[in-house]
């Protein structure tokens, strides 16, 4: 079997243009070159056919590149509107169903009322609701949920089911909750997370590690603590060194207000010793800008506990523990006065005094005088009075 010929297209234009130009006839054509003439004549229509091209492929290629920009303006075009759609679908589905039914006109000439659907990202279901008005029954027990709460506002849920159970109402906590959150009702108890942080540029990190602690005005930490009376009570706050567990400074207020607080720091640098770093929680006192700003004029690193991490500040904390147990709570404080005496003569005590174990059988005035000598450092300090002995 003979292998199937191929020709050039360059064989195949020679042999049209022969027979275009007409010397031979296609039989003789067809025999010089050893082909068939049914080829010959293919060719040659082939060739007459295609010739019309040559002269029109310029403007072919202009109009399909002008085609091919028109189609890129558009798909550009096409991109932007879906793109702005996502954001119009996504801002409106925040809004209230209600104002989006608005929105919607159902004698819109072109767009129909199911595109406008779509296009709000509102349900048909939504648009076609229509709420229906409440029985006789749930407005009567609506109406005792309302009246209990009136009488005591810390009722939640599951006190008012009992409640409603009592006057004969059977009903589920889940139907009160729905109905309490109808009525705009919730009950008045302490949330989590009452501490709200400031600003990021305000917050300062924990810098205290109670196991680094290597020599006096290292760190001080301050904490407040309150103090009951017969009638009332007080509120304590003190500056201690964390390495000696001196108290440098404490004081007695009536209120938490920030002079309270600012009058410490202020009566404890003026020995002329200052920490390097002071450590305190986050309450609103020690969070101030005026607080802050004192500590920052003296060049002293600020460190803060941070949420529920009350161990950070555990050495003042267990100062308050010995205050309380060995002293407030085994005498009745009547006033103010009675309070400022007895709690300056037990600090002193606790700092002159009274042998640490932590610190070697030592006071905490001993330990925080080895490094100055004692007459530079003035008595305990307190508020309405003068120096303890």
Known sequence: MSKRRTHSPEFKARVAMEAISGPKTIQEIAADHAIHPIQV?????????????????????????????????????????????????????????????????????????????????????TLYYRPMPLRASTLRIMASIDAIYLEDPCRGSRRIVDYLAREGIPITRDRVRNLMRRLGLRAIYQKPRNTVPGNPSERFPCLVDVSTFMAVDQVCATDITYIPLQKGFLYLLAIVDLFSRNVLIWKLSTSLDTEFCLDAPEMALAWDRKPEIFHSDQGCQFTSGDFVARLQAEEIKFSRSGRIRCYENILVERLWRTVKYEEVYLHAYSDGWHAEISLARFLWRYCHVRPHSALGGRTPHEVYTEAQSCSSCPGLTFSGAGTVQ
């Open 41 to 125: 004549s293919q060719w040659k229509r082939q060739l007459l056919d295609g010739a019309s091209e040559l002269f029109t492929r310029g403007k072919k290629s202009k109009d399909k590149e002008e085609g091919q920009a028109k189609q890129a303006e558009l798909f550009q075009q096409i991109g932007k509107l879906q793109m702005e759609l996502e954001w119009l679908k996504t801002n409106l589905s925040c809004s209230d169903a209600r104002e989006l039914r608005k929105l919607v006109d159902h004698e819109h000439p072109t767009i129909s009322v199911s595109r406008q659907c779509a296009l709000l990202g509102l349900p048909r279901s």
